[in-house]
């Protein structure tokens, strides 16, 4: 590795950013996927305690998806919270602007695992409702990425449609960034999906279904367990797992 600047990827959700993740890990790089490895949370943290957006995780270089899942259903895109802060305390950083077109974007939340059920949820309103949502949502911050980034050398707009990670790759390299490009391999990240953690999070939902629905809390522990088993860097199940398991200890039918 020829040059220790950080890479952030700025964009939206299922555009790539997993496959891209796991290009940058498999040459050899740190990189933070989501809220994995906590710093989606850790970065929110340090924004309304007024700490340096990387306080924890000074030794990564790439940071991508962040963004993550609350205990309560809630999606919380940190990257769109911190943007305005991260672009003002790492002006030399890579930023990558990963997105789709916004047509193909909405239909890959549509499709992707219980993303537009649990949005409906959250956000109490209908199927055409929370689409609108998206909708705002997607122009709003692709505006705001654009007028403060557009026109930067350090920043690389990746539209996961058209444009190939070889552009990418000659991107990264010209600021000393050196990727093998034979080591990327493209990762589904709709229904259908090899990819266990869709699966797994799918476990999780189960869970959380069978406890505060259905309050089966027996059940709703098994399935816990199971995804843990499966995915035991997801920090957030351990504190689920043993936030149940006390419940249980006094448990009365709600």
Not at 13 to 18: E, T
Request: proline fraction near 3%; hydrophobic fraction near 35%.
């Amino acid at each position: 590795m020829e040059n220790s600047a950080r890479v952030y990827l700025i964009g939206f959700d299922l555009s790539g950013g997993l496959g891209l993740h796991r290009y940058f890990i498999a040459n050899g790089y740190c990189s933070t996927f989501g809220d994995e490895d906590g710093f989606s949370t850790t970065a929110l943290n340090n924004l309304h305690n007024g700490l340096p957006l990387v306080t924890g995780f000074e030794s990564c270089q790439f940071f991508t998806q962040i963004q993550h899942e609350n205990e309560r259903g809630q999606f919380i895109y940190t990257h769109e919270q911190i943007f305005e802060k991260l672009v003002e305390e790492e002006p030399h950083a890579l930023f990558i602007f990963n997105y789709l077109p916004i047509d193909e974007w909405v239909e890959q939340r549509k499709n992707c695992y219980g993303y537009l059920p649990k949005s409906m949820q959250s956000l109490h309103l209908d199927e055409e409702k929370v689409i609108e949502y998206w909708r705002k949502f997607y122009l709003t911050y692709y505006a705001k990425v654009v007028s403060r980034l557009g026109d930067k050398e350090n920043y690389f707009a990746y539209n996961h449609a058209s444009n190939s990670v070889h552009e990418l790759t000659r991107f990264l390299a010209r600021y000393g960034v050196f990727l093998n490009e034979a080591k990327f391999e493209p990762v589904a990240e709709i229904r259908g999906s090899t990819e266990p953690r869709f699966h797994i999070q799918n476990i999780r939902e189960a869970a959380l279904y069978f406890r505060y629905h259905r309050f089966d809390i027996d059940t709703a522990i098994k399935l816990l367990q199971e995804a843990e088993k499966h995915q035991p860097c997801r920090y957030y199940f351990k504190d689920e797992l043993k936030k149940w398991k006390l419940e249980k200890t006094t448990w009365k039918s709600e």
